[in-house]
C-alpha cells in the first residue's frame, strides 16, 4: 500500500518540536480524538518508548502496540506500530525541516510493511480515513505545541 504524508508549518524550532515530540505521552494530547486507553511502558522519551493505544477509525477499534525504533535529534523519530494480531506492521515518521522563517515544517508519514488483505482490498478508503485522521492530529499538534512552548517560556 502507499503510504500517506501530512504536514503542517508551525512557528517553532526544530529543536523545539522535537523535544515535544521525543516525549511519547505528549502524543496522547493530539491524538487522542481517535487514539484512546493511552498505556505507556519503557523509558519517556527516544528509543524503546512504547506505548499501547486502542485506534477507534472507519467503525473499527483495534489495538495498536508504538515503539520509537529510531530519533535523530532534531529532524526525525520512526516508530513502528504493531496492529491486527501481527498482520498489521506499519512505521510512522516524522520529519522536522527548519524553515527560512525560523520555524518548521513537521511532517508524519504513515507507511505500511504489511497489511491484512482487507485493508489491501480497501487501500483508497483506508488511505483516505488514515489521511483524514491524521490532518486533524498535525493540526492538534502545532496547537499543543504552541500551548507547551507557551507554557515552558512563563
Not at 22 to 34: C, G, K, L, S
Not at 37 to 52: L, Q
Request: charged content about 25%.
Amino acid at each position: 500500500m502507499k503510504s500517506v504524508t501530512v504536514s503542517v508549518d508551525v512557528p517553532h524550532t526544530p529543536e523545539e518540536v522535537f523535544s515535544f515530540l521525543d516525549v511519547m505521552a505528549h502524543h496522547e494530547r493530539f491524538t487522542n480524538h481517535y487514539l484512546t486507553n493511552w498505556r505507556f511502558s519503557g523509558p519517556d522519551r527516544g528509543r524503546g518508548s512504547c506505548a499501547t493505544v486502542t485506534v477507534a477509525l472507519g467503525g473499527t477499534k483495534t489495538d495498536v502496540a508504538i515503539e520509537v525504533i529510531d530519533a535523530e535529534a532534531p529532524r526525525r523519530i520512526v516508530e513502528r506500530n504493531v496492529s491486527a494480531a501481527g498482520r498489521r506492521l506499519a512505521h510512522g515518521t516524522y520529519t522536522i525541516e527548519r524553515q527560512e522563517n525560523g520555524g518548521s515544517r513537521i511532517a508524519f508519514t504513515y507507511a505500511w510493511v504489511r497489511a491484512p488483505v482487507a485493508d489491501r482490498l480497501l487501500a483508497p478508503v483506508v488511505r483516505a480515513t488514515i489521511r483524514r485522521a491524521n490532518r486533524t492530529v498535525m493540526h492538534r499538534l502545532a496547537a499543543e505545541l504552541a500551548r507547551h512552548v507557551s507554557a515552558a517560556g512563563s
